[in-house]
T-cell receptor, first 116, second 112 residues
Framework: DGGITQSPKYLFRKEGQNVTLSCEQN?????MYWYRQDPGQGLRLIYY???????QKGDIAEGYSVSREKKESFPLTVTSAQKNPTAFYLC???????????????FGEGSRLTVL | QQQVKQSPQSLIVQKGGISIINCAYE??????FPWYQQFPGKGPALLIA?????SEKKEGRFTISFNKSAKQFSLHIMDSQPGDSATYFC???????????FGKGTRLSVIA
């Protein structure tokens, strides 16, 4: 089945620790995204990548880092510099932004990070 | 920053009733107007979307109404069912340009 796989589903972290959230897609999509979801805040864009080895900051990139070494993978690291990291993190993918596609995003099932 | 205002924040509808959720935007360059549906603990999924060359699109019980002059589009759910209970997001965008900007969501509860 084609789709997006996020892991782990639940993650607990102590303050001061970095954690990495995994996101893998087998949809052959060029673009991948990370969103953060907090209650009542909607989805806020952290980082996105249109092609391998290139990525751009979203609205709330501070305290996060990403890499895009393979088309299928777009891991997100939540660093100790992120002041309020407890949230639900969603990874998504789509066809390349510059093409005349629908712009539809396909989401994974999310990773819930809790800082203890 | 592009602004998207979604209303209401929450909505309770009787089974069989009509649910209406609104989305107002500022950027007149938007040319793609989707609604996403999210169930608890899951990622959002595209429900229905419209392009600005039509004023209405219907898919089963779900209808998008688009008002270009008012810079608004709405989601109507006819004959609402308990299984429609979810959070709904609008996410207008420019196809081929920036990533989607999501509204803050509307939590819909359909009660029997």
């Amino acid at each position: 089945d084609g789709g997006i796989t996020q892991s782990p589903k639940y993650l607990f972290r102590k303050e001061g620790q970095n954690v990495t959230l995994s996101c893998e897609q087998n949809l052959n999509h060029d673009a991948m995204y990370w969103y953060r979801q907090d209650p009542g805040q909607g989805l806020r864009l952290i980082y996105y990548s249109q092609i391998v080895n290139d990525f751009q900051k979203g609205d709330i990139a501070e305290g996060y880092s990403v890499s895009r070494e393979k088309k299928e993978s777009f891991p997100l690291t939540v660093t100790s510099a992120q002041k309020n990291p407890t949230a639900f993190y969603l990874c998504a993918s789509s066809t390349f932004l510059a093409r005349m596609g629908t712009g539809e995003l396909f989401f994974g099932e999310g990773s819930r990070l809790t800082v203890l | 920053q592009q602004q998207v205002k979604q209303s209401p924040q929450s909505l309770i509808v009787q089974k069989g009733g009509i649910s209406i959720i609104n989305c107002a935007y500022e950027n007149t360059a938007f040319d793609y107007f989707p609604w996403y549906q999210q169930f608890p603990g899951k990622g959002p999924a595209l429900l229905i979307a419209i392009r600005p060359d039509v004023s209405e699109k219907k898919e089963g019980r779900f209808t998008i109404s688009f008002n270009k002059s008012a810079k608004q589009f709405s989601l109507h759910i006819m004959d609402s069912q308990p299984g429609d209970s979810a959070t709904y997001f609008c996410a207008p965008s420019i196809v081929g340009n920036t990533p989607l900007v999501f509204g803050k969501g509307t939590r819909l509860s359909v009660i029997a």
